[in-house]
Structure formats: structure tokens, C-alpha cells
């Protein structure tokens, strides 16, 4: 589902920066250590999570309503960095073909990055989610 999402927003936005590319502003290198910043802090809280979880010796019991908080804010971190990978993917896409110009150039390579960070927001993302599973009892798994 990310994945085709990721497609979809890249051609629409191909598709949309071929015909307005003159008159947006450059891409911001920004996005890049602020959603490397983001992924590094869901895969840290998935780490923790998931040793309160198992109650780990030194971890303290996680809350329920917590847990499911997290677990909603990794699903939504994920298609959100989903929709900006495809958008960064859309611009990539354009700029690669102007190549030969200095500004399309760096335009490309801040893209890339940009996609590249919102690539690990969707891994850690996806982590996070993983991480608020409830493991399953030794008992439930003995056969029948």
C-alpha cells in the first residue's frame, strides 16, 4: 500500500512539476536532517516501547492507551513520509532529466536526500507499529 502510494504522489507530482517547474521555489535541503530527526526518534521510542512491553529488568510496564497511541502515530508517520517520498520522488524524477544545469542539479541531489530520510521515516515508521504488537504467550503457541 505504501508503495503504490509512494508511485501515485510521484507521477502526480511529475506530472505537475514539468508544467509549473519554472515557477516553484528550490527544494529545501531542510527536510533532510529534520525527517532524518523524526526517524531517528520513532526508532528509538519503538526500541523502548517494545522492551516495556516484554517488561524488560529495568523498563518500566507500558500504559495500554500509550501503546496505542504510538502505534497510531507509527501508521500515520508512515503514509505521511509515503505522500513526501513520492513528492520528493516526483521532483527527482524531473530534475534528473535537466541534469545538465547547476540548479536542476542540486534541486535533484536535495530530492533524493529527501526522499532517501522519508524512506527511513517509513522504516522506522513501520518499526514503531511493529514495536506496540502484544507477543504472544508461550501457551498460545503449544500445539493442540
Known amino acids: 500500500m ?3 502510494l ?4 510521484a507521477l ?3 506530472v505537475l512539476v514539468r508544467q509549473f517547474y519554472a515557477d516553484l521555489p528550490l527544494v529545501p535541503w ?3 536532517p529534520t525527517v532524518l530527526l523524526l526517524g531517528i526518534g520513532e526508532a528509538y521510542t519503538a526500541w523502548m516501547t517494545r522492551a516495556r512491553i516484554a517488561r524488560k529488568p529495568g523498563t518500566k510496564p507500558a500504559e495500554p492507551l500509550a501503546v496505542a497511541r504510538l502505534a497510531a502515530l507509527g501508521k ?4 505521511g513520509g509515503a505522500v513526501f517520498a513520492g513528492v520528493f520522488a516526483g521532483f527527482a524524477l524531473h530534475t534528473v532529466q535537466l541534469f545538465t544545469r547547476e540548479t536542476p542539479r542540486s534541486e535533484f541531489f536535495v530530492s533524493l536526500g529527501s ?5 527511513a521515516l517509513i522504516v522506522a515508521a513501520l518499526f514503531l507499529e511493529h514495536a506496540c504488537r502484544i507477543p504472544k504467550d508461550p501457551e498460545d503457541q503449544r500445539p493442540a
Open 2 to 4: 505504501l508503495v503504490g
Open 6 to 9: 509512494i508511485v501515485v504522489v
Open 12 to 14: 502526480i507530482t511529475w
Open 30 to 32: 531542510t527536510a533532510i
Open 76 to 79: 500515520a508517520s508512515a503514509y
Open 115 to 119: 526522499f532517501l530520510s522519508c524512506v
